[in-house]
């Protein structure tokens, strides 16, 4: 999986791996979790059980309407809604607010958002608390952040409109992205999944030497981004992130469709969340990119 905190997850991973670890298991150990009985296959009940079921009660069951996921409490797609909206919206508030009263603290929500990102991203279980504190920290960041590309001077002209648009360009990619995967045009295959990882690695090289070529001093302004060739790197970054999106949409429907416990919907919420950012990110520097070259 290109994003790590669905790859690293035991629910939303390839079910590939999870065959190969089902056949590893020794021969009469506990069953994989969310198996069942083949269909068709009679439950062995004990002499205790058999002889304390009656014909009304089993009766009764047979006529009772199927459990539904919410009757269960395995994840539905509503769930993964409401977690993923409830925490775009602070993460929208908190920026807001460091906008107008201490942009100067987004280098306090980056440090604070790595490391609860990472932490978030390698446990095993979710943590709601240490998910919404994800996003409070990432809040603050996008907000100062976003506020220093707004007052960006370039040949006498402020950058104008970059927040806006990398904010519309978001929400239109990530609407994009949806309806392609649930038409069916585009689907996440070995090569599909292979192409993505190549190009993330490749990315993220480029993007670290970049990030040394400007702390050393050998190179300013943008670095390697800037002309023509920054933005058809910034191009690629935002189909990559695109195609992060398809992959997180895939992960979260084959939690859906494997009944995984409703509490991953936090995990669902948080993965989607980190691919939002980053595609953000990328418009951002790539309409101020476009504005400093008019």
Same mark, same amino acid.
């Given at each position: 999986?290109?994003?790590? =905190?669905?790859?690293?997850?035991?629910?939303?991973?390839?079910?590939?791996?999870?065959?190969?670890?089902?056949?590893?298991?020794?021969?009469?150990?506990?069953?994989?979790?969310?198996?069942?009985?083949?269909?068709?296959?009679?439950?062995?009940?004990?002499?205790?059980?058999?002889?304390?079921? @009656?014909?009304?009660?089993?009766?009764?069951?047979?006529?009772?309407?199927?459990?539904?996921?919410?009757?269960?409490?395995?994840?539905?797609?509503? @769930?993964?809604?409401? $977690?993923?909206?409830?925490?775009?919206?602070?993460?929208?508030? =908190?920026?807001?607010?460091?906008?107008?009263?201490?942009?100067?603290?987004?280098?306090?929500?980056?440090?604070?958002?790595? =490391?609860?990102?990472?932490?978030?991203?390698?446990?095993?279980?979710?943590?709601?608390?240490?998910?919404?504190?994800?996003?409070?920290?990432?809040?603050?960041?996008?907000?100062?952040?976003?506020?220093?590309?707004?007052?960006?001077?370039?040949?006498?002209?402020?950058?104008?409109?970059?927040?806006?648009?990398?904010?519309?360009?978001?929400?239109?990619?990530?609407?994009?992205?949806?309806?392609?995967?649930?038409?069916? $045009?585009?689907?996440?295959?070995?090569?599909?999944? $292979?192409?993505?990882?190549?190009?993330?690695?490749?990315?993220?090289?480029?993007?670290?030497?970049?990030? =040394?070529?400007?702390?050393?001093?050998?190179? @300013?302004?943008?670095?390697?981004?800037?002309?023509?060739?920054?933005?058809?790197?910034?191009?690629?970054?935002?189909?990559?992130?695109?195609?992060?999106?398809?992959?997180?949409?895939?992960?979260? $429907?084959?939690?859906?469709?494997?009944?995984?416990?409703?509490?991953?919907?936090?995990?669902?919420?948080?993965?989607?969340?980190?691919?939002?950012?980053?595609?953000?990110?990328?418009?951002?520097?790539?309409?101020?990119?476009?504005?400093?070259?008019?």
């Amino acid at each position: 999986m290109a994003n790590p =905190v669905f790859n690293k997850s035991a629910v939303f991973g390839d079910p590939n791996a999870q065959r190969a670890g089902a056949q590893a298991r020794p021969a009469g150990g506990a069953p994989a979790y969310g198996t069942a009985p083949q269909y068709g296959t009679a439950p062995q009940y004990g002499a205790a059980g058999a002889a304390g079921a @009656d014909a009304a009660s089993l009766d009764a069951m047979y006529k009772a309407p199927s459990a539904t996921t919410a009757d269960t409490r395995r994840l539905t797609y509503d @769930d993964v809604i409401i $977690k993923t909206g409830g925490l775009l919206a602070l993460l929208v508030v =908190v920026g807001a607010a460091t906008w107008v009263l201490a942009p100067e603290l987004y280098v306090v929500g980056m440090i604070a958002g790595l =490391v609860l990102g990472l932490v978030n991203a390698f446990k095993r279980e979710p943590s709601p608390l240490l998910i919404m504190l994800y996003t409070v920290a990432q809040g603050m960041f996008l907000g100062g952040i976003s506020q220093y590309y707004s007052s960006i001077v370039v040949n006498g002209q402020q950058l104008n409109g970059v927040v806006p648009s990398a904010i519309i360009a978001t929400v239109c990619t990530f609407a994009a992205a949806l309806l392609l995967f649930r038409s069916g $045009k585009v689907r996440v295959t070995p090569k599909f999944t $292979k192409f993505l990882l190549i190009g993330m690695v490749g990315y993220l090289a480029f993007s670290l030497v970049n990030l =040394v070529l400007l702390l050393t001093g050998v190179m @300013d302004g943008w670095g390697m981004r800037s002309g023509g060739w920054g933005i058809l790197i910034s191009l690629v970054a935002v189909g990559l992130a695109s195609a992060s999106l398809i992959m997180d949409f895939d992960s979260i $429907k084959r939690g859906v469709e494997g009944g995984v416990p409703a509490r991953y919907a936090w995990s669902a919420a948080f993965g989607l969340l980190v691919t939002l950012i980053w595609l953000y990110l990328e418009f951002l520097r790539l309409f101020a990119i476009l504005q400093g070259r008019d």
